[in-house]
Each structure stands twice: as C-alpha cells, then as structure tokens.
C-alpha cells in the first residue's frame, strides 16, 4: 500500500500539474506529495520531473512511466472504490463543471430532491463556459454541448439545442424586422468570442437542407451567453442563441423570434463522464437522476417543437 500511495503522488501530480494541486485532491499537505515523488525517483533511480520555480514538466523517464502506469492504477482505483462502494449510498463530494445559464436555469432548481434522495453526496460546480479535461482538471461530470467523439468519454444526452434569433420588441421598432439572411448586414449582431480561442462566431442556418454560415457585424462583442441573452432582452440587437436560454424572455414578450423561415440549427446539450468499467456510484446516481428529470420535462418538449 505504501508503494501505491508513492505512485498515485506521482500520477496524481502529472494530472493537476503541480505538487500543491495533486495534494488538494490527495487530501494531503504538499510537503508529502514531494516526498512520495523523490522516494519514487530515488527506487527508480531517475529523474521524473523537471523543476523550476514556475513549472514542473515530465521528464522522458516521467512520460514512459505515466503512460505504463497510469492505465493500470486507474483500474486498480476504480475496482477497489467499487468494492467498497457498491451496496452502499452514493457518497462524498460531486465535481461537475456546467454552463452558467443553463446551470442557473435548468439544473439547480433540480438539487434540492436530488439531495434530499442522497443526503450523504455534497455538491462542488464551476459554472463556467468551456469544455473540460475530465481526468486531469478532476471533474466527476461535465454538462455542455458540442462532446467530442470520444471512446474515453460517456455522453448521455439531457435536451436538444435549437438555435433561434430573437430581438426586443423596442430593437425591432426601432430599425425593423430582418426578413432574409441578406438583412442581417443592416444590423446590429450581438457576436460571440470564444472564451477559450478569442474567435468570433459566425452565425450559421439551414437552407434548402445545407448549412450556411453568415458574416454578421455590430457594435457588441461578448464572451458569455447569458451576458448576449441580456444584451438582447434591453434592445441592444438581433442575438443568435439555444431556445433553452430564450423561452421565458418569449413566453413574457421581452424577445421576439425572427427569421423564422429558416429552420431552427439543432445540437445536443450532454451529461458526459469519464468512461471506466466501474462508474463510481455518486457519478452514476447523478447522471440517471438528471437524465430522468429532463425526459420527463414539459420545456424540453417545448423546445423539439422549434426543429
């Protein structure tokens, strides 16, 4: 058991990136993750990292070992949890990294029965738009769109994304109601940058069964979406955005679909996990219980009604 810790010191510090953050997730102090890593190079006698006081990089002995290893430990990990774990209640702490609107919107209001069914699970979310590295980054689940085909990923899918351009009532009163693609040159687009690649987003419609991607321009560039829903809402342009985010401002008047003769862009918003033979038991109660949740929701059938 001793040797395993040293090598999960070791494995665990490839995966976070330093001595500090491996502890955080080892729950032990830096000092001794340090220490397991040294005993390890010294039985080896190599090196495994570089270090530096601004870095810690592999060494070619560190990347020879990792990818030997780390297979191996993750099964050994993941069998001893569930020998332990499979009769018992889904417990401990649920790292998931979820869209901060959708979050908010959708899946929060969920928590409260999720948690009064398993009292003993505790709750740790970054709301942030992005897509993360399961393994390395820590994440028990992740919730986004867009899961790359991925034989180490699950994805279970929750709703579909329907891509609809709306406008205040006051936006359109004021410059009128775009009636093709061709107008939107006439407008004030509010566009998207990637918080991850600082690309702008073109927008992109269905057209005689083909997709086709419009250069839009305006006055407003934002990072988030929610931030482009507001945006929308006070009559600041035309946005580009999924149904989920925009049904209560059009079920209330404050947004106004537009362009409708152009079919709604489809995608899928996914639960994902990392794959492995032995799902821990708090990662598989939370994905059947959101699963279950938005099978049986009445805007999810609101939103296929836009396909």
């Known amino acids: 058991m001793n040797d395993l810790r040293v090598l999960e010191s070791f494995l665990r510090t490839v995966e976070a990136g330093s001595f500090s953050a491996a502890a955080s997730r080892l729950g032990v102090t830096p000092a001794a993750v340090s220490k397991h890593v040294a005993k390890l190079e010294r039985s080896l006698g190599t090196r495994l990292f570089r270090r530096t006081t601004r870095s810690l990089t592999l060494t070619e002995s560190g990347e020879r070992l990792y990818a030997e290893t780390s297979a191996a430990a993750s099964a050994l990990s993941q069998a001893m949890a569930t020998l332990t774990e499979r009769d018992a209640r889904p417990a401990g702490t649920l790292r998931i990294s979820i869209a901060p609107g959708f ?30 590295d399961l393994v390395k980054e820590g994440f028990d689940a992740a919730i986004g769109s867009g899961v790359e085909d991925n034989a180490n990923v699950v994805a279970r899918e929750l709703v579909p994304i329907r891509l609809l351009t709306v406008a205040s009532p006051a936006y359109l ?104 033979r032995l799902t821990p038991p708090k990662v598989r109660a939370f994905v059947e219980f959101l699963t279950e949740s938005f099978s049986r929701s009445d805007w999810r059938a609101r939103v296929d009604t836009f396909g």
């Open 173 to 276: 009163a004021k410059h009128g109601e775009p009636a093709t693609l061709a107008d939107l040159s006439r407008h004030d687009c509010i566009r998207l940058r990637s918080a991850t690649t600082g690309r702008m987003r073109d927008w992109a419609f269905t057209m005689n069964g083909e997709t086709v991607t419009v250069p839009i321009d305006g006055r407003i560039v934002l990072t988030d979406l929610d931030a482009i829903c507001d945006a929308a809402v006070a009559g600041m342009g035309l946005a580009r955005l999924g149904a989920h985010h925009v049904l209560p401002h059009l079920d209330e008047g404050r947004l106004v679909r537009v362009l409708t003769r152009y079919p709604a862009m489809a995608g899928t918003i996914y639960v994902y996990y990392a794959h492995a």
């Open 103 to 132: 979050g908010r919107q959708y899946v929060l209001p969920l928590m409260p029965a999720f948690l009064e069914r398993y009292p003993d699970l505790r709750l740790d979310w970054s709301l942030e738009n992005r897509h993360v």
